[in-house]
C-alpha cells in the first residue's frame, strides 16, 4: 500500500473525527500500530485541531476565521499530488473542513446556551433584589403597624379646608419618641414645583412651626411618613408650597386641618 496516498486520503481525519465504522477504525488502528508515519499523521491531525478548537473559541466571527486557520487557499492544489490523483487532497481537507465546520456548530450551539444562562443569571438576580425590596417594604410597614397600634399613641384626622374639602389626612402622634406618622393618603399629588409642607400649631396666640416638607410625596406608594416633632403641638396642617418649602404657611394653600383633642 502507498502510505503517501493512503494519508493523503482524508481517512485518517475522518478516524479523528470519529466519522468511521468499526470495521474502518480497526483498519486505520492497524495502520498506525504498523507504519510511524501514519501514526505522526494522526497526531499532527489531532494537534491541528486542539489548536483550531483555541482559535474558534477566541473567535468565531465567520466560516472564513475557521478557514484561515485551516491555511486553506482558495486555488487547486496541483502541487500536493499528480493531476490523476487530485481528488484523493480535496477529500482529505473535505474532511478537515467537516470537522471544523462540527467544532463551529457546537461551539455556536455552546455561545447559544452560555448567552441564554447569563439572561437567566441576570432575571435571578432582579428577582433577588425585588425580593429584598419587597422584604424591606414588609419589615418597614410592620414596623409603621407597631408604632400605630401603641395604646399611648393619639390619633388626629385632617379634615379637607375650603375648597379643598376632599382632602383628607390622619396624623397618629407618639409623645414617647416625639414622632408623628403622617398618613397622607387623601391628598393629591404635588403640582410641578409644589410640594407639601406639614406644620405643628398652637391655637391661642396661632403660632406654625413647620415640621418639614414631603419631597418625595409623589414616588412614595404607601403615602405614611414618619416625622419627628418635639412641639407641644394643639393642631396639625398640612399646605401645598413652592419647592423648597415656606417660612410660614400660605393659608390659601391650607389643604388640611386637624385639632388635637384633650383626651388620647
Known amino acids: 500500500m502507498d502510505v503517501k496516498e493512503y494519508i493523503e486520503s482524508g481517512i485518517l481525519e475522518l478516524y479523528v473525527a470519529g466519522k468511521l465504522s468499526e470495521t474502518e477504525n480497526q483498519e486505520v488502528a492497524s495502520m498506525i500500530a504498523s507504519y510511524p508515519e501514519v501514526k505522526r499523521e494522526v497526531e499532527e491531525i489531532e494537534l491541528a485541531i486542539v489548536k483550531l478548537t483555541a482559535a474558534v473559541s ?10 484561515s486557520q485551516l491555511d486553506i487557499d482558495d486555488t487547486p492544489v496541483q502541487s500536493i499530488a499528480p493531476k490523476s490523483n ?57 414596623n409603621v403597624l407597631q408604632q400605630l397600634r401603641d395604646k ?30 403622617l398618613d397622607a393618603q ?7 414645583g409644589k410640594v407639601w409642607q406639614v406644620w405643628s400649631l398652637t391655637l391661642n396666640p396661632l403660632t406654625p412651626t413647620s415640621l418639614g416638607t414631603i419631597d418625595n410625596f409623589n414616588q412614595d406608594t404607601d403615602k405614611v411618613f414618619a416625622i419627628a416633632n418635639e412641639n407641644e403641638s394643639q393642631a396639625f396642617g398640612i399646605t401645598l408650597e413652592p419647592a423648597g418649602g415656606s417660612e410660614s404657611p400660605t393659608m390659601e394653600q391650607l389643604h388640611t386641618l386637624g385639632i388635637v383633642s384633650s383626651t388620647p
Not at 477566541?58 to 478557514?67: E, G, L, M, Q, R
Not at 470537522?99 to 441576570?122: I, K, P, R, W
Not at 399611648?152 to 406618622?181: E, H, M
Open 86 to 142: 487530485n481528488w484523493i487532497s480535496y477529500t482529505g481537507w473535505a474532511a478537515s473542513i467537516l470537522l471544523a465546520s462540527g467544532l463551529f456548530y457546537t461551539y455556536q450551539n455552546n455561545q447559544s446556551l452560555q448567552d441564554q444562562l447569563e439572561v437567566v443569571s441576570q432575571d435571578n438576580e432582579f428577582l433577588n433584589s425585588e425580593i429584598e425590596t419587597v422584604q424591606d417594604d414588609l419589615a418597614n410597614t410592620e
Open 152 to 181: 399611648d399613641i393619639i390619633s388626629i384626622p385632617l379634615g379637607g379646608q375650603g375648597d379643598f374639602d376632599t382632602s383628607y389626612a390622619k396624623v397618629y402622634w407618639n409623645k414617647k419618641d416625639n414622632t408623628i406618622y
Open 58 to 67: 477566541k473567535n468565531a466571527n465567520s466560516f472564513d476565521s475557521i478557514k
Open 186 to 192: 387623601g391628598l393629591p399629588e404635588a403640582p410641578d
